[in-house]
């Protein structure tokens, strides 16, 4: 049974960076697109980011387009997520997902991580 694990949240200034990292284990992450998502309080879980297993294709959500990097290392069994110039609207619960289809579509992913909490100030 596999999991994925999230690091590096935390606590940032805005207009400061963050990335994030989500390590897999006990499957590798080189079969599967991967994905973030962000949940805020008192709203549902939305999309940020995808990359498909290979070449890496990737696709975002207009509100981060520009501002967050994906990026994956299937050697090291590792997903990441830049975040440059964090906005208050940034803050959420982060959530790395695998899917065995490239998709934007939180029902499209099969594994989740537990996630790991951003929160940007004013």
């Known amino acids: 049974q596999g999991q994925l694990v999230e690091s590096g949240g935390g606590l940032v200034q805005a207009g400061g960076s963050l990335r994030l990292s989500c390590a897999a284990s006990?499957?590798?992450?080189?079969?599967?697109?991967m994905g973030w998502f962000r949940q805020a309080p008192g709203k549902e879980r939305e999309f940020v980011a995808t990359?498909?297993?290979?070449?890496?294709?990737?696709y975002y959500a207009d509100s981060v387009e520009g501002r967050f990097t994906i990026s994956r290392d299937n050697a090291k069994n590792l997903v990441y997520l830049q975040m440059n110039s964090l906005k208050p609207e940034d803050t959420a619960v982060y959530y790395c997902a695998a899917s065995a289809k490239y998709s934007v579509l939180l029902d499209s992913y099969n594994f989740w991580g537990q996630g790991a909490r951003v929160t940007v100030s004013s």
């Open positions: 006990g499957r590798s992450i080189s079969t599967y697109a």
């Open positions: 990359i498909s297993r290979d070449p890496g294709h990737t």
